[in-house]
C-alpha cells in the first residue's frame, strides 16, 4: 500500500512568489493536516482538514492556504513567499483526523531565496 | 510561547541501557500527549500516546508517563537499540473541536553498540 505521497520532493523558489504544494493521503483516510518545520525545530501546525472541511487552522499568517478536494488530496498554498517560510512542509494523514492514527509523507522541501 | 518544551537537544545512550526522554509542558487544557519518531529524510512516526486521565501507558519497550502535576511526561525505552536512534518528538493537543497539534522541538537519541 502507499503511504502518504507529497510533491514535488525539493523546490525553490525566490521571494514574492508564490507555491503549490501537494499530498496525496493513504487510501481511505478522509483527513489531510500540514505542517512546516524549520531546521531545528518541531513541526508547526498549520492546517486540518476533514472531508474537505478546514477543521483547524494554527498561527500562520494568511499567506498560507489550503483546500482538500473530493478524491481527499491536498494543497497547500503560500502566497508572497518570504526567507522564513524556507522549512519542511510535511503532510500527514489520517482516516478521521486522529493524531494517534496519523501518518506522515517525506515532505517537501522548500528554500526562498 | 512554547507551550511544548523538551530541553534536551541530545541524548546518548548505550544499546541495552534505558533511554529517558523528558518533555514539559505549559498548558494545562492539553488533553492528550504523544511521541514522535523521525529519521532523517522521512516524516515522522507515530510511538505511543497518553491521555491526561491517565498516569502511565506501555507499549513493548516504550512506556509513557504523565505527571499532571508537574506539568511533565518521559519516554522510557528499554532496552535501547541502535535502531532507535532517531530524533523524537513530544506532542500534545486538546480534545474536542481543537485540533491543533503542538509538537516540541526534539531530542536527538543515539544508541552506540
Known amino acids: 500500500d502507499a503511504g502518504v505521497t507529497q510533491s514535488p520532493t525539493h523546490l525553490i523558489k525566490t521571494r514574492g512568489q508564490h507555491v503549490t504544494l501537494r499530498c496525496s493521503p493513504i487510501?481511505?483516510?478522509?483527513?489531510v493536516s500540514w505542517y512546516q518545520q524549520v531546521l531545528g525545530q518541531g513541526p508547526q501546525f498549520i492546517f486540518q482538514y476533514y472531508e474537505k472541511e478546514e477543521r483547524g487552522r494554527g498561527n500562520f499568517p494568511d499567506r498560507f492556504s489550503a483546500r482538500q478536494f473530493p478524491n481527499y488530496s491536498s494543497e497547500l498554498n503560500v502566497n508572497a513567499l518570504l526567507l522564513g517560510d524556507s522549512a519542511l512542509y510535511l503532510c500527514a494523514s489520517s482516516f478521521a483526523g486522529s493524531y494517534n492514527e496519523q501518518f506522515f509523507g517525506p515532505g517537501t522541501r522548500l528554500t526562498v531565496l | 510561547d512554547q507551550q511544548v518544551k523538551q530541553n534536551s537537544p541530545s541524548l546518548s545512550v548505550q544499546e541495552g541501557r534505558i533511554s529517558i526522554l523528558n518533555c514539559d509542558y505549559t498548558n494545562s487544557m492539553f488533553d492528550y500527549f504523544l511521541w514522535y519518531k523521525k529519521y532523517p529524510a522521512e516524516g515522522p512516526t507515530f510511538l505511543i500516546s497518553i491521555s491526561s486521565i491517565k498516569d502511565k501507558n506501555e507499549d513493548g519497550r516504550f512506556t509513557v508517563f504523565l505527571n499532571k502535576s508537574a506539568k511533565h511526561l518521559s519516554l522510557h525505552i528499554v532496552p535501547s537499540q541502535p535502531g532507535d536512534s532517531a530524533v523524537y518528538f513530544c506532542?500534545?493537543?486538546?480534545?474536542?473541536?481543537?485540533?491543533?497539534?503542538?509538537f516540541g522541538k526534539g531530542t536527538l537519541l543515539t544508541v552506540n553498540p
Open positions: 506532542a500534545a493537543y486538546r480534545g474536542g473541536s481543537n485540533y491543533k497539534l503542538t
Open positions: 487510501s481511505g483516510h478522509k483527513s
